[in-house]
């Protein structure tokens, strides 16, 4: 199959490179004006999890080739903060055809995403997966699944071949209820988290943040009490949390169970621990809380610890903008 991946980010070369090792074509669409233009490799430093619940770590050359095509099979488009728009546009001018595989933070009804994707074809996906791109390293882990909207729920002629395409890189498909509702409740999980993280520890500094969230019971039973009141903000847009009460157990639970569980999942799932301290893209994390935060006042929920850490959170951004 022909894969388009948009840009040259984390995500998308991440799986650009599985794709391309499963013995299929991929090409990114870089801009033009973007430093990374130029680059036709990546050296990639990957903690796989697909053949091994710990990771197996394994160095390799990921190809990068740029876009020469106006037809492809699948358009990979996993871009930050509300990118998508301005992504269709670019495609839609340079003529580019092709089924968009959307696997970004989309906090958007249904019927605004109809009008941000115009006639492309289209289905929503998200990813398990994370790392960073420094020059020319991709450091980064894959877990062996990936977030799908069912088929009966996505209009798109090609769903065999996306199963298929994942398949191929033995990666399995989990389903969830509704896919575009579980990007919310996902984001609410993130944005519960980074809030205590960015609060309570340097935001600039997101990977010791991270490793400070995870050896530290006090903070975890903080996140899991601000995931539950992100949770609502969610439940305020009409979503029946009740049909995502496998993602929402362990925040369910007494703080006196879950922190302890989770701080001994993170001890010793390796996976799990490096994906927390990889992913630091600081201005899609600060956008998730921003777009918590305000849809959270605008619905009158109430969520004080969450508001709190996110006003601290913005003074410390503030300060480190001014200093």
Not at 79 to 98: Q, R
Not at 204 to 229: G, Q
Request: hydrophobic fraction near 40%; proline fraction near 5%.
């Amino acid at each position: 199959m022909n894969i388009l991946v948009v840009g040259l980010g984390t995500i998308g070369s991440i799986y650009g490179y599985a794709f391309q090792e499963a013995g299929h074509e991929v090409e990114h669409y870089i801009r033009k004006d973007s430093p990374k233009l130029a680059f036709r490799e990546l050296q990639v430093d990957l903690l796989d999890g697909r053949f091994d619940a710990r990771g197996l770590e394994s160095q390799a050359v990921y190809q990068v080739n740029p876009c020469s095509q106006k037809k492809y099979d699948f358009i990979f488009v996993s871009v930050p903060s509300g990118g998508v728009a301005n992504v269709i546009d670019s495609l839609a001018a340079d003529g580019i055809s092709g089924t968009l595989i959307l696997a970004c933070g989309i906090w958007q009804e249904r019927r605004e995403v109809e009008k941000l994707v115009r006639d492309y074809p289209y289905i929503l996906g998200y990813p398990v997966a994370g790392g960073n791109i420094i020059d020319h390293q991709l450091t980064c882990c894959l877990f062996d699944h990936f977030m799908l909207e069912r088929k009966e729920k996505a209009d798109i002629p090609n769903y065999p071949d996306l199963a298929q395409l994942f398949a191929d890189c033995h990666i399995k498909l989990e389903q969830p209820y509704d896919m575009l509702e579980w990007i919310w409740l996902h984001m609410a999980i993130n944005a519960g988290v980074i809030s205590v993280m960015g609060s309570y520890a340097n935001p600039e500094e997101a990977s010791a943040a991270a490793e400070m969230l995870m050896d530290s019971t006090h903070y975890l039973k903080m996140a899991v009490k601000s995931i539950r009141e992100t949770s609502q903000i969610v439940a305020s847009r009409g979503v029946e949390l009740k049909n995502y009460k496998d993602e929402l157990l362990p925040y369910k639970l007494p703080t006196i169970i879950s922190a302890p569980l989770m701080k001994r999942m993170f001890a010793k799932n390796i996976l799990s621990r490096k994906i927390m301290t990889l992913h630091c893209n600081l201005p899609d994390l600060l956008f998730v809380c921003r777009t918590l935060y305000e849809e959270g006042k605008a619905q009158w929920v109430p969520a004080p610890l969450f508001y709190k850490n996110i006003e601290a959170l913005e003074v410390k951004m503030s300060q480190l903008s001014a200093g």
